[in-house]
C-alpha cells in the first residue's frame, strides 16, 4: 500500500523515482566546446560531472562517468581512452572496469593512488604532460591529492574537479565543505592560478560538479576575469556549506 503524500506535494510512487534516475542516467554526453563532451552527473561518485576530450595525441577521459552501455558505445565510437585523469578521490568511479576495456593509463596524484589497490597507476608530483595541449597540475586542498587538467586549445579550458565549482549565482569559487581537507592551502592553490594564466590562456572551467548551477550553460566562460576577482583574503574566514 502506498503511503498518501503529503499535502500540497507531488507524490512520485519509488518505482518511477528509479525510472526517471534510470533515464537520466542513460542520457549521451552533451558537447561543451567542440571536440570537449560532459557526461550526464554520476550517482557513483556522488553527481559528479565526468568530461572526454577527444585529442589527436590521444583521447582523455577526465573522471569516471556511469558506466552504462550509451557511454561505453560513445567512447568507443570516439576510438576509445588514453588517459583517464583522476581529478580526487571523489572522481573514482568504475575505474578498473574503464581500464579493463580500453586499456588506457590510469593518472592521479600520488597522494591518492593508495585509492586504487591492484591498479596499475601513473603518479605524478606536482605536474604531468599528456600532449602538447594538455596537462595536468596538482592543486591541493580540497583533497590532497586535487588536481586540474589544462587544456590549451579553445583559449584555454581548465577542468577543475571540485576544487573550483559554481556557486549559487554561477560564479567559480573554492567552496569550504566540511569534508575540504586544508581550507588554506586551497586558497592558495587557487591564487596560484590566477598566477599562472592570463585572460588570453583561460577562457573556460569546466567543473567537476554543482553544474546545474550554470543554468543551461555548459562551461564558465570569462573565467580569468572571474577568478582574479575573487577575493581570497575574506575567504579564509568563510565556515563550510556543509
Known amino acids: 500500500m502506498q503511503p498518501n503524500p503529503p499535502e500540497n506535494s507531488t ?24 571536440n570537449i563532451f560532459a557526461f550526464p552527473p554520476n550517482r557513483d561518485t556522488l553527481g559528479a560531472t565526468a568530461y572526454f576530450i577527444v585529442e589527436k595525441f590521444g583521447n582523455i577521459l577526465i573522471d ?6 550509451v ?7 570516439q576510438g576509445g581512452v588514453r588517459w583517464l585523469f583522476i581529478t580526487h578521490r571523489g572522481g573514482i568511479g568504475k575505474v578498473r572496469e574503464i ?14 593512488a593508495y585509492l ?15 600532449s602538447p595541449y594538455s596537462s595536468v ?14 587544456y590549451s586549445e579553445s583559449g584555454g579550458v581548465l577542468f577543475s574537479g571540485r576544487h573550483l565549482l559554481p556557486n549559487q549565482q554561477g560564479e ?27 585572460p588570453e590562456t583561460l577562457h573556460y572551467i569546466c567543473p567537476g560538479a554543482n553544474t546545474g548551477f550554470l543554468r543551461g550553460k555548459r562551461a564558465i566562460d570569462q573565467a580569468y576575469q572571474r577568478l582574479s576577482q575573487l577575493d581570497l583574503v575574506a575567504q579564509r574566514h568563510s565556515q563550510a556549506l556543509l
Not at 116 to 130: G, I, K
Request: hydrophobic share 35%; proline share 10%; aromatic share 10%.
Open 64 to 69: 569516471c562517468p556511469a558506466w552504462n552501455q
Open 71 to 77: 557511454n561505453q558505445q560513445f567512447l568507443q565510437q
Open 137 to 150: 597540475i596538482w592543486m591541493p586542498g580540497h583533497s590532497p591529492g586535487s588536481s586540474c587538467l589544462y
Open 11 to 34: 507524490f512520485i510512487p519509488p518505482e518511477s523515482a528509479s525510472k526517471e534516475r534510470l533515464q537520466a542516467d542513460l542520457k549521451p554526453p552533451l558537447t561543451v566546446l567542440n
Open 116 to 130: 586504487l589497490p591492484r591498479l596499475d597507476v601513473r603518479t605524478f608530483q606536482q605536474e604531468f604532460t599528456l
Open 99 to 112: 581500464s579493463q576495456a580500453f586499456g588506457c593509463d590510469i593518472l592521479i596524484q600520488e597522494q591518492e
Open 172 to 198: 567559480p569559487a573554492p567552496l569550504r565543505t566540511s569534508k575540504t581537507f586544508h581550507w588554506p592551502r586551497q586558497l592558495k592553490s587557487v591564487q596560484s592560478l590566477v598566477d599562472r594564466f592570463t
